[in-house]
């Protein structure tokens, strides 16, 4: 499929392409290819400003008069563009992300039953009555925050996109949202489509590098409510910013998640999940099951069928129908993590397949690194401690139980975690034990709409897919009424 792409993209602010007021555009690039897609927006403080005072105009003027049925409905034709135009979309999303298409493709899916989802939960958000003491009723709202801002990592562009704006829009919020400066493109054209469908100043887009762009979004008074999704590092400085307007604040952070193999484990089944978790999306995802732990009695097994099975992966262009990894998003990225390769030996762990850019001459314009794999791991070396976000795999032998639980649990994140066992008593007690907040047994890398999502420890605070997801988009407020009809008197 050709896709046509413009050569420059403004920001889109109350439903018009706006130029950035400092006059500034960026290059976004092709990480497969190193050649510039278009020019970018560069967006700054007075760009936000504009954004946030055309959303809290629509809030005020149409949105928070629209019902819930209105917006759901909204949601349902977003859902709609997106597969209409989902092979459009997932084309952008590889040229400028460099995830092989068929991993695109799923985003689009995906993005579009989020919507679906949030359509769905916009009529059923429901508010509650108290029984309080004496002759009266009480009843508690959930409204809307008006204003939120949303920052958004550059991994999954248009599925974070969504996994943002949908609940916020069910709740009947109005949204700016800053997509990562890598990846701007698809954000941009869902916003050409939704045009006709979505109010003016509803969904506002403003692009841009993080600290000219997202932290003024994140400190704007005007906004009630921050949602963040990307490094630890960045979310500190994210909430410590909402701090200042006393904000609340969703934040989904890194991982350093553990695959644990247990030696009764369907072993072919375990070795398909290790190899989603660490090489999907070549790693760079903050469910990545970066740590292998891989029992004594099953380990020079499993780990011969995991090494032959890692060199077989298809890296290479990602538009190709074969390839299996394409490219990191970019050299910047590659660079971190060929560092993180270069520290692990230096830590004394040992390469057993990978480890470097590809030597292929086709690939050397790309942001290429092979699907590596580390073994004689200690946990308290940095390649254990520390997010990698790439195609990194670090393996722990285990004997004893206790000592894998501490060091499972032994790192500053909890997002995720894969059990592999055919106990299932064993399974659960070990997902108990966890100190994670997304658990698979005898699967990885699987999200349901509804089962909430997000990060023990410094993963992250609040829960994103879910119908409580809406909780966070409101507000409470409770209205205490007299039904007596007496004069309560206090001053006699
Ligand atoms: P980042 O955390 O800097 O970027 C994420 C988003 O935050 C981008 O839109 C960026 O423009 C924005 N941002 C940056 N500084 C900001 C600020 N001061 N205020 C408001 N917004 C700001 O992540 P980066 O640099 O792209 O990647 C570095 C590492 O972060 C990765 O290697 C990975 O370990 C981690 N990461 C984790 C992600 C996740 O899904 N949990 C996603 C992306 C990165
Ligand atoms: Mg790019």
Redesign the pocket.
Known sequence: MEVTLKERYCHFIGGEWVEPQGGKTFETVNPATGEVLARVAAGDAHDVERAVEAAWQAYHQSWSRTDANARGKILYQIAEIIRKNSEELAHIETLDNGKPLLESRLDMFLAAECFEYYAGAATKLEGKTVPVFGERLDYVLREPWGVVGQ?????FPLLMAAWKLAPALAAGNCVVL?????TPLSALRFCELIGDVVPKGVINVVTG???E???P??RHPKVKKVA????T???R??MA?AAANVADVTL????KSPQIVFPDADLDAALEGVLLGIFYNAG???SAGSRLFLHKDVYDPFMEKLVERTRQIKVGDPLKPETQMGPLVSRE?QK?VLGYIELGVKEGAQIVTGGKAPEDPELQKGCYVEPTIFVDVQNNMRIAQE???GPVLCVLRWSDYETMLQEANGVQYGLCAGIWTRDLLQAHRTAQRLEAGYIWINQYDVYAYGAPFGGYKQSGIGRELAFETLYHYTQQKNVNVDLSGKPSRWFR
């Open positions: 920052v958004i990592p550059w991994n800053k997509p990562a400066e890598q590098f993080g600290p762009a997202g932290a979004l994140v963040f999704t990307g490094s590092e960045v979310g400085q994210v910013a989904e952070l890194g991982g760079q995802q903050c990225q971190r997010e990698i976000f």
